[in-house]
């Protein structure tokens, strides 16, 4: 005979397991390996910075350019590998470079990028 308490964790315990397989089979990509990305960091003027949506800015004048790190998701594959990159930075107007800044190959493309 199950007592109240030992059917308690039984549930709890089912419901982490299923939590768990559904958390693993959603990682997995159409060949089933895990789909990864990089997160979009920038380094500019000995910061590091990374990209901030939802957000209206106007960019400004053109401040240089940023550096955006390699990318290696795919530690076995070597057609993973991207490779680090210069970027165009833009000021946004109204905020210091200190704090956020704009990057993109063109003032169009720009994306908002905030201090990490």
């Known amino acids: 005979m199950t007592t109240a308490p030992q059917a308690g964790r039984r549930l709890i315990m089912t419901a982490l397991l299923v939590a768990a397989a559904v958390g693993c089979a959603q990682a997995g990509g159409a060949g089933g390996a895990a789909e990864a990305a990089c997160a979009y960091l920038v380094t500019y003027d000995h910061r590091t910075y990374r990209d901030v949506a939802n957000v209206d800015f106007t960019v400004g004048e053109k401040l240089g350019t940023a550096t955006v790190p390699e990318c290696d998701d795919t530690p076995n594959d070597p057609r993973g590998t991207v490779p680090e990159r210069g970027i165009t930075v833009y000021e946004v107007e109204g ?11 063109s003032p169009a493309e720009a994306v908002l990028m905030k201090v990490h």
Do not use: R
């Open 95 to 105: 905020t210091d470079p200190a704090v956020a800044i704009a990057v993109g190959d």
